[in-house]
């Protein structure tokens, strides 16, 4: 069946005065593809190189990348050794009657050959017996990412060639031309990177049923930070420093100041959700750029709190509170003189109703005692003491928290709640500079 199949395809490539059937006819005859060529019972060498024709993808969420290579395969094989001094090409459906390596790509997700128009194989036959076999292949590779440094990161991927069936004492690989042997990478032009170095490398896979042949070529890509700095770095520090506006808004503003806080807190959310839709959701990654919007949540957040203490303490302080408003009410000074009077009488009324009440029960106490304690007919004997009450415990505790707050509350107190402000616009913009000097000398240089 097989010989039947050889002859119908040599035969369609027969035309008259041509010398190619007969060689290829009388390099077919006897030959066996299931058998690999033969080096005094030594391995088959068979050189491999590359041809990186594009890289179309390269995914962080699956951790994987797309390229399309051209993969050629040398090797001798003293079976089709034939007198000339020319090379045969073949039809790339000839490789079926051909002995070839069972080459594979480790790690390989999904791969295929392309076969528009035709299955894009190339069978080059040198007089000396060497055969040159091409494959023009897109595969997508799985590629192990460290994103802790992402979008400075750099990831290191590779492309692993193995044998599947041939162990190392039938078949051995290596490199052309050493790292000369993979190309097209020096004008390669990637949308997020850009190829800092490659090389390749040879070693072998240890499996269980032995040692087989193995070829790496590793690439090394660094990834492009000029698109995140304008999408997402300079977003985010404008945001931090519009929060810092509401430092100097006056504190009686409460819907302005509370209106920036709010619209710069949410605005925040949104671009860290936004920020986080491209990459894998793994906690095992605290990414670089986490780590900034964390910080800018942080400062923006405290822009808001800090408003809300400056403006308990105004609340807190009525001479400061006075003072503050005093140049904005100067239409309502009477009103606010007639509140504070209003104020002060009611604590003198107070005052008086407490005075009179302690006069009343200092007037009923000896009528008291001598009810309860009728004195003796001679008139010596001593008044019994009057019993203790028992202190109340939820009082005694109640006195010591108020201790407690009011001493915290001294710690806490600020003269002028207006310096609040005043050391905000200072320590806000100084502090969020030495972050940043730590942050960016962190992930560029170490």
Known sequence: MVRMLENSLLSAEVKEGEILPPTIQKLMKGYNKYLRPFFDNGPVTVGMSLDIASIDTISEINMDYTATIFLRQRWTDERLVFEGNKSLSLDGRLVELL?????????????????????????RIFPNGTVLYALRITTTVACNMDLTKYPMDKQTCTLQLESWGYNINDVMFYWTRGNESVSGLDTLRLAQYTVEDHYTSASEAIYETGHYPKLIFHFELKRSILYFILETYVPSS??????????????????????????????????MMGARTSLPNANCFIKAIDVYLGICFSFIFGALIEYAVAHFCTLNHPDANIVMYGHQMGGFDEEMNGMVTTIAAENNRAKRRKEKAAADEAALAPTAELELY?????????????????????????????????????????????????????????????????????????
């Open 374 to 446: 009728p004195s003796s007919p001679t008139g010596s004997e001593p008044k019994p003491e009057a019993p203790e009450e028992p202190p109340n415990r939820c009082l005694i505790v109640l006195v010591l928290l108020r201790k407690v707050l009011r001493r915290a509350a001294n710690c806490c107190h600020v003269e002028n709640p207006h310096l609040i402000d005043n050391y905000s616009r200072m320590t806000f913009p100084l502090s969020f500079v030495f972050v940043n000097l730590l942050y960016w000398t962190y992930y560029l240089y170490l």
């Open 238 to 271: 404008l945001l931090v420093v519009l929060s810092w506006v509401s430092f100097w808004i006056s504190q009686s503003s409460v819907p302005a100041r509370i209106c920036i806080g709010v619209t710069t807190v949410l605005t925040m959310t949104t671009l």
């Open 99 to 123: 002995w070839v390596p069972d080459t594979f790509i480790v790690d390989s997700k999904k791969s295929f050959l392309h076969d528009i128009t035709v299955e894009n194989r190339l069978i």
